[in-house]
């Protein structure tokens, strides 16, 4: 079965820290662009970060630079989103997905204010910064 498979979500206080994970099976994440995305409470679903299969570039939103990084560990088939110095403002459920050898996926994903196109999509986990 092909899917995508985020866990790692929580409660969390301002300042804390919390690693995601999009775990893939079915397929291989090497060849696949991998994005993070997350909705808030009674907002539109955003891009926050993705990692590029073509050069393994990274990318971010603006929100989220300097405290997010993004990785892949190809021997687990997976992708991580490291988020420090969390802010109530980062409370959401986040998913991942993946596109298959899109080269301009990524900058559609932090830059457009629609979700680009995707293969797979996970269910998402939920993050929750509060005190």
């Known amino acids: 079965e092909v899917q995508l498979v985020e866990s790692g979500g929580g409660l969390v206080q301002p300042g804390g820290s919390l690693r995601l994970s999009c775990a893939a099976s079915?397929?291989?994440?090497?060849?696949?662009?991998i994005g993070w995305f997350r909705q808030a409470p009674g907002k539109e679903r955003e891009g926050v970060s993705c990692?590029?299969?073509?050069?393994?570039?990274?990318y971010f939103a603006d929100s989220v630079k300097g405290r997010f990084t993004i990785s892949s560990d190809n021997a687990k088939n997976t992708v991580y989103l490291q988020m420090n110095s969390l802010k109530p403002e980062d409370t959401g459920v986040y998913y991942c997905?993946?596109?298959?050898?899109?080269?301009?996926?990524?900058?559609?994903?932090?830059?457009?204010?629609?979700?680009?196109?995707?293969?797979?999509w996970g269910q998402g986990t939920q993050v929750t910064v509060s005190s």
């Open positions: 990692i590029s299969r073509t050069d393994g570039s990274t």
């Open positions: 079915g397929f291989t994440v090497d060849d696949y662009a």
């Open positions: 997905a993946a596109r298959w050898l899109a080269v301009t996926y990524c900058e559609e994903v932090v830059g457009s204010d629609t979700i680009p196109s995707y293969d797979y």
